[in-house]
T-cell receptor
Framework: QKEVEQNSGPLSVPEGAIASLNCTYS??????FFWYRQYSGKSPELIMF????GDKEDGRFTAQLNKASQYVSLLIRDSQPSDSATYLC???????????FGAGTTVTVRA | ETGVTQSPTHLIKTRGQQVTLRCSSQ?????VSWYQQALGQGPQFIFQ???????GRGNFPPRFSGLQFPNYSSELNVNALELDDSALYLC?????????????FGPGTRLTVL
């Protein structure tokens, strides 16, 4: 079982719709959860982090965390063509330094 | 821009050669991590340096080694290159050692091994 698994893409959504990305993790000791966006040929860019159960909103992005279910998600509201990218879920343990990444979900927003 | 820079941008080597990749961390950041990202995969943790000492390593063989300098810049060295070493190599810096400290990635070095 992989440490971090993301729903396989690609995910295609029309402009203005909600894109929903899911991520599960296997290590119950995971404490910090991150969503990175990676455009083709570029490096990952942090868009959200969440540490506590529940929802965290930042502009059009909402991260949701459920530690009991070992599940973290990202919602992108009012999707724009500029949101077309690969989204990487990453987790780290308490008092640890390394990020464990999923393979990513590629999102395409259709104009 | 994250303030993290890497050089070179692209590199082509042949199997068996050695390569050195460089990273300059964001000002004030004393911790640098290196990741390898193969095509279509997420980044894989190679190792981390804190105040010039390696303080964590992923599942990579000893031919992957590194250095951190007093100015917190860093190098990744790979000996005896193999075809599977072809990947995007990412450097990430952060200000502290806590797992909540945000890591900022550089633009990466694309290594191709022929």
């Amino acid at each position: 079982q992989k440490e971090v698994e993301q729903n396989s893409g690609p995910l295609s959504v029309p402009e203005g719709a909600i894109a929903s990305l899911n991520c599960t993790y296997s290590d119950r000791g995971s404490q910090s959860f991150f969503w990175y966006r990676q455009y083709s040929g570029k490096s990952p860019e942090l868009i959200m982090f969440i540490y506590s159960n529940g929802d965290k909103e930042d502009g059009r992005f909402t991260a949701q965390l459920n530690k009991a279910s070992q599940y973290v998600s990202l919602l992108i509201r009012d999707s724009q063509p500029s949101d077309s990218a690969t989204y990487l879920c990453a987790v780290s343990r308490a008092n640890d330094y390394k990020l464990s990444f999923g393979a990513g979900t590629t999102v395409t927003v259709r104009a | 821009e994250t303030g993290v820079t890497q050089s070179p941008t692209h590199l082509i080597k042949t199997r068996g050669q050695q390569v050195t990749l460089r990273c300059s961390s964001q000002s004030g950041h004393n911790t640098v991590s290196w990741y390898q990202q193969a095509l279509g995969q997420g980044p894989q943790f190679i190792f981390q340096y804190y105040r010039e000492e390696e303080n964590g390593r992923g599942n990579f063989p000893p031919r992957f080694s590194g250095l951190q300098f007093p100015n917190y810049s860093s190098e990744l060295n790979v000996n005896a290159l193999e075809l599977d070493d072809s990947a995007l190599y990412l450097c990430a810096s952060r200000a502290g050692q806590g797992n909540t400290d945000t890591q900022y990635f550089g633009p990466g070095t694309r290594l191709t091994v022929l």
